[in-house]
């Protein structure tokens, strides 16, 4: 066999985290020939989860607020409150949760999420703090049978290198859906698959969207509630439409970057990171926090406390959970879902945002400079595809070990170069970020049953994450979250009953 420029692509094992879920990683030491394996470090809460009781030590410190999660809601918490004397728990060793941007030698890229829109909150949010969202301004385009169509739902949809009666399908569904209204069906629409509206339509238009879902929201459209899928067509392919996408090189990542630089010019010593909380007890005035840094367990008390945290370990976390509300926490499902950043030191692919691959093992990617490309003055040194990989819940073991993980990487980057048959599209580095149960799934009831429960306040426990707002997972959904659970805990302790929950749309 011949020597190629693929022999000698350097693979670098790099990042802080000494350790995956649940299983101990050596990344001491970087290896040729393996792709970077990062992720969370979910040893603690896999010990919470698994029901181990920790000893919870004397109080050490008093606090008007605990905030337990770093992501963007957690982080939006802290922002809220600064004025109160707050302390942040966050597992990790760093902020960000799955809002989280890297770089490659100053190049920013993404890690989970994308991208905001302007319509929600984390638009004006985003400008609150001093970040500028730049506008995407480009239609997702669809990589089909080898062929590039831009603008799938818009224009792309009469171009589809499909036989004519697949296109004539793709046409009518989005004629039927379209029709649709919302806003007098949209409770009913949540309680139904997306699924049941599909029968009779061709295999491709399913396939479609069982690439975009999972990607977007966690679920193939049997189990995705009928109307976020209904929305999300009328978004993008309605007679108003405008692409209302904004973001940041690197993605949203940018918000928790900001929050993180904020709070810790002021309130380092408030921001603890690798801090993992294993209990959340309320008593009569107040309610005790454990947590474990390093090798020691602390306990705090906190007037009141906001669990930003996912529900499936919040619900191990706090005491005294109501049964029907840690039954309906237990309820939302999260799916494992890895990015595989694929790193080149020359442009190989600047013709779309976001393009959607149907049919292989990841599902989408995105240019990470997409928004800077054009501005005077840039070059792009790297060009840099995040590769957007959900997972189903049953192959959630694939990111235990490092090795499983690799492969994930590795197949990412064969299906990726299978689309550019006899072009030199190798990477100079793959890196694979794991997470096991980032993004819950979008399933029919969710939002108009289930979240609305989750949610209630526990006396001096308020509950914040983007998992108990809806009705998709978005960093939006994590402000708005904060927000909400913000304005709780100042009505609480300015002693008054916390503000009544908003009713479910539909
Ligand atoms: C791959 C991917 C792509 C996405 N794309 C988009 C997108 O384009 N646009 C968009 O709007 N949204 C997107 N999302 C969704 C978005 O990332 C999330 O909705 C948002 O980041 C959630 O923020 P959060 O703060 O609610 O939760 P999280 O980010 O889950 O934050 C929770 C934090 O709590 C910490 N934690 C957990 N347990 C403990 C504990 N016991 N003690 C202390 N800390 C703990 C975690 O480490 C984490 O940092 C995407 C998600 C993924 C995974």
Not at 25 to 40: F, I
Not at 73 to 80: E, K, P, R
Request: glycine content about 8%.
């Amino acid at each position: 066999m011949g020597t190629n420029r693929r022999d000698f692509i350097k693979y670098v094992v790099m990042g802080s985290i000494a350790a995956g879920c649940p299983v101990e990683l050596s990344l001491a030491e970087p290896a040729d020939n393996k792709p970077v394996v990062d992720g969370e470090d979910n040893r603690i809460c896999h010990q919470v989860r698994d029901g181990r009781v920790f000893t919870r030590p004397p109080v050490s410190a008093h606090h008007d607020v605990v905030i337990v999660g770093g992501g963007v809601s957690g982080l939006t918490a802290a922002y809220l409150l600064r004025h109160l004397d707050f302390l942040l728990l966050e597992k990790e060793p760093h902020l960000g949760g799955n809002a989280y941007v890297m770089d490659y030698n100053g190049t920013p890229y993404a890690t989970g999420a994308a991208f905001i829109w302007s319509g929600d909150s984390a638009y004006p949010f985003a400008k609150e703090i001093g970040l500028n969202p730049l506008p995407i301004s480009d239609w997702d385009g669809t990589i089909l049978n080898g062929e590039f169509v831009p603008d799938t739902w818009g224009d792309g949809v009469n171009k589809l290198p499909y036989p004519a009666s697949v296109r004539d399908s793709f046409k009518k569904f989005k004629k039927e859906i379209l029709a649709i209204n919302l806003d007098k069906r949209g409770r009913e629409l949540f309680a139904v698959p997306f699924s049941d509206f599909m029968k009779g339509h061709a295999d491709e238009v399913k396939l479609w969207w069982d690439t975009y879902g999972p990607s977007n929201w966690g679920a193939t459209s049997e189990e995705t509630a009928a109307a976020v899928g209904i929305l999300e067509l009328q978004g993008f392919a309605g007679d108003k439409r405008e692409d209302v996408r904004y973001t940041w090189p690197g993605g949203n990542g940018a918000i928790t970057k900001r929050l993180g630089e904020i709070l810790q010019e002021k309130f380092a010593d408030r921001m603890q990171t690798a801090a993992t909380t294993v209990a959340v007890v309320s008593g009569k005035t107040d309610v005790q926090v454990t947590y474990m840094q390093g090798a020691e367990l602390k306990t705090v008390v906190a007037k009141a406390v906001i669990m930003a945290t996912p529900k499936f370990i919040t619900r191990r976390i706090v005491e005294g959970l109501p049964d029907k509300q840690s039954e309906a926490m237990h309820q939302i499902r999260y799916i494992p879902y890895p990015v595989v950043n694929l790193i080149f030191d020359r442009p190989v692919y600047n013709k779309g945002y976001d393009t959607w691959c149907p049919g292989n093992r990841f599902t989408d990617f995105v240019v990470a400079d997409w928004v800077v490309r054009n501005q005077p003055g840039y070059q792009q040194k790297y060009n840099i595809l995040s590769c957007y990989t959900p997972m189903t819940e049953d192959d959630r073991g694939y990111l235990l070990t490092e090795l499983s993980s690799r492969k994930v990487a590795q197949n990412v980057l064969h299906d990726f170069q299978k689309l550019f048959p006899g072009s030199n599209v190798d990477p100079v580095e793959v890196h694979i970020y794991r997470r096991g149960h980032p993004l819950y799934m979008s399933t029919p009831k969710l939002f108009t049953e289930v979240q609305p429960l989750v949610r209630q306040p526990l006396d001096r426990v308020f509950f914040a994450n983007t998992d108990c707002e809806g009705p998709e997972s978005t960093s939006s959904g994590a402000i708005s979250a904060a927000q909400r659970a913000a304005k709780e805990v100042e009505h609480r302790l300015a002693g008054k009953l916390a503000p009544k929950q908003t009713a479910v749309a539909g």
